[in-house]
């Protein structure tokens, strides 16, 4: 059984210098290791990958990430 993908969309990316381009984000289960991957569209695998030490620093983030998602969704 290969990757589970549970996000995996083009966003557009900012270098912080005024340059906007686009990119792929993917979340997923690569064989029970969770992963964050950013890269070019279409292939993120070839950017940087984010995979998590232990499960604690996962729930962390998931936790982070629901916590923005309630702060946003209160502003709009």
């Not at 950013?38 to 996962?58: H, L």
Request: hydrophobic fraction near 35%; aromatic fraction near 10%; include cysteine.
């Amino acid at each position: 059984m290969g990757a589970q993908f549970f996000f995996d969309e083009v966003v557009t990316s900012n270098d912080n210098k005024g340059n906007k381009s686009k990119c792929t984000v993917e979340v997923l289960d690569n064989h029970l290791v969770p992963e964050l991957r950013i890269g070019p569209v279409g292939e993120a695998y070839k950017g940087s990958i984010a995979e998590f030490d232990d499960w604690s620093q996962f729930s962390r983030f998931v936790d982070a990430v629901n916590a923005l998602h309630d702060r946003l969704k209160g502003g709009r």
